[in-house]
């Protein structure tokens, strides 16, 4: 547990973080018609490009899964769903705090907002599938339902030109972003990056040693019988 | 409200999230270690017992 990926990489996401809050909070020029409010968009987006890379990273850990199955890659597509979902919990509480001052409305069922909060329900309900059905059917049954149901990540990303919705559409979309708002926003995007890879990695270990205490448990046991 | 405690709303919401999900994992290795502390009596017991 003590290689140097566990030292070196927390140390570069605290880093990162301090530099992305410093480019939210002083770099980030105030957006003229929705004022200081729009800097809860550093930390929105950031939330939803981490949320979309750890659940891909569940979409490659799955087929891992079914074509070794081997227990670390159930592990790592776990690992990897809890800290996505923590992270489309934010991108869901921030989004209203943002729209309520901005829209007038705290949530409206656009196209963008429906998909985000599916992908929520599914990954929560892969999460629920993992601990209800124990051991190798569970690993089975979640990484074929992981696959599945990464199929909302794309919708969720194109959701706002497949259907004209009230969310903006930032990236390739000609969403006009002010220029001294792409680095803050580069900056905040790669330390919740970096942040997720740290989550993913500490659960990752701990779920890793749980099983190697499972095997020892279960030797033990044969030792005394 | 005005803009301020919206903005430090989501603030606080976040980083609380972030935090307390990294209590949940301190959680989980304080009860692995109590597991492995188990199975280290257990081997101490049954190695005096042999002995």
């Avoid at chain 1, 790592?76 to 489309?88: N, P, R, W």
Wanted: with cysteine.
């Amino acid at each position: 547990m003590n290689r140097k990926i566990d030292i070196i990489l927390p140390a570069i996401t605290l880093l990162a973080i301090l530099a992305a809050l410093a480019g939210a909070f002083l770099l980030a020029p105030t957006e003229k018609t929705m004022g200081d409010v729009q800097r809860i968009f550093y930390f929105h987006l950031a939330s939803a490009a981490a949320a979309f890379a750890s659940f891909t990273c569940v979409l490659i850990s799955s087929i891992a899964f079914i074509l070794r199955r081997e227990t670390v890659w159930d592990n790592i597509a776990t690992s990897a769903a809890e800290v996505g979902v923590l992270f489309t919990t934010f991108v869901l509480i921030t989004g209203p705090l943002w729209a309520r001052p901005v829209w007038g409305q705290w949530w409206v069922w656009d196209p963008r907002l429906t998909t985000t909060l599916i992908l929520w329900f599914l990954y929560t309900g892969y999460l629920v599938l993992r601990q209800t059905i124990p051991g190798y059917r569970g690993a089975m049954a979640g990484a074929v339902f992981a696959i599945l149901a990464y199929v909302d990540v794309p919708v969720v990303y194109f959701s706002v030109s497949l259907w004209r919705g009230i969310h903006p559409q930032v990236l390739g979309g000609g969403g006009g972003l002010d220029p001294g708002m792409v680095p803050p926003l580069l900056i905040s995007v790669i330390a919740f990056l970096l942040l997720s890879a740290v989550l993913i990695q500490e659960r990752l270990n701990l779920a890793n040693a749980m099983d190697r205490v499972d095997r020892i448990a279960v030797a033990l046991e044969d030792v005394e019988q | 409200m005005n803009d301020l405690t919206y903005l430090f709303i989501a603030f606080a919401v976040m980083w609380t999230g972030i935090l307390g999900y990294l209590i949940r994992l301190a959680g989980l290795r304080r009860q692995l270690e109590e597991r492995i502390d188990r199975f280290e009596e257990r081997i101490i017991v049954r190695d005096l017992e042999d002995a």
